[in-house]
């Protein structure tokens, strides 16, 4: 049965910082992301208390290196972190957090179920380790890519596969997984699943597409269908959602009567700028260079 997912908001985080006064630049509140809430921010030295939670949390140092200390579970660790430090309080655990001078942070939090899939265990993103400050050069650039994404206000279609790479590499860095039980059938999206999602994504273009709504038009849950969908196209559903805009935006782009703005709206895309920046990066020119050209 497809389960809806519910919008990571502000209200489901720490807290912290709002608390202590944390200069945020960018925000995913508002953007309707549901596998992960992230902010991009620079924080004045604070001390303060990070409570358990049912999803994880990673911070990503940005700026560095700075001293941090640590305590939880009565145990205290002291750290001078450099620039790509990452802070990772798994879900179900508590710490105290003392930062000792300002730094520009990433905060994402990530879903429990998104390390359910991976790992083989209900509980694991309870069963993972705690992380003081390590590098790791793929959690950096998923993280990273997630700070990009966030700047953008992008939907969640956009960051979901992101989510789930992060939420895999803590798996495969600290959690023990369990012994390998019988193999399992190798599930794959039929043709007529492919093309039941081209027809929803065809008459939905000018709305915002999730990508729950995408795998409820296969009749799969959102975490098989993400993980299938890229195997069977080679791209993820937000490039797939995104080259079709693009398509049709060139197709709209030949009515001069249709103004940009109208254009941007007709395929899907939040706003003029949003209709810009997509098209030039996939194109490599301006819609309105594009319409120029073809006529």
């Known amino acids: 049965m497809l389960q809806a997912r ?28 549901t596998s992960a809430f992230a902010s991009t921010q620079r ?33 205290s660790v002291s750290r001078h972190i450099p620039k790509g430090g990452i802070f990772f309080l798994p879900a ?22 998104l ?25 950096e650039h998923l993280a990273g890519a997630v700070g990009e994404i966030v700047a953008e206000s992008a939907p969640s279609l956009s960051v979901d596969p992101i989510a789930q790479a992060l939420a895999n590499r803590f798996i495969d860095i600290n959690f023990k997984k369990p012994s390998a039980g019988p193999a399992r059938r190798d599930y794959r999206l039929t043709e007529r699943q492919l093309r ?7 008459q939905n273009i000018d709305s915002d597409i999730r990508l729950n709504a995408m795998a409820g038009a ?5 975490d098989y269908f ?36 109208e254009v941007a709206l007709r395929c899907g895309f939040s706003h003029q700028e949003h209709l810009s920046r997509m098209f030039r990066r996939f194109t490599g020119v301006a819609p309105g260079r594009y319409r120029r050209g073809s006529n």
């Open 115 to 139: 390390f359910e899939a991976e790992s083989g265990s209900p509980a694991a993103a309870a069963g993972l380790a705690p992380i003081f400050g390590e590098r790791d050069p793929v959690l």
């Open 196 to 202: 039941r999602v081209r027809e929803f994504i065809d």
């Open 218 to 222: 296969c009749g799969v849950s959102p």
């Open 6 to 33: 519910t919008v990571f908001g502000t209200g489901e985080t720490h807290g912290i910082l709002q608390q202590f006064g944390a200069r945020v630049g960018a925000s995913s509140e508002g953007l309707g992301w």
């Open 92 to 113: 179900g655990h508590e710490c105290n957090v003392h930062l000792r001078g300002p730094l520009e942070t990433t905060h994402i939090y990530l879903r429990a179920h």
């Open 226 to 261: 993400l993980r299938m969908f890229k195997s069977a196209v080679g791209v993820s559903p937000y490039q797939y959602l995104l080259n079709l805009r693009v398509d049709r935006a060139k197709i709209l782009l030949s009515d001069e009567t249709c103004s940009l703005a």
């Open 43 to 75: 924080e004045q030295p604070f001390e303060g208390r990070f409570h358990a939670l049912s999803d994880c949390l990673m911070v990503l140092h940005r700026g560095g290196p700075v001293d941090v200390a640590f305590n939880m579970g009565g145990r």
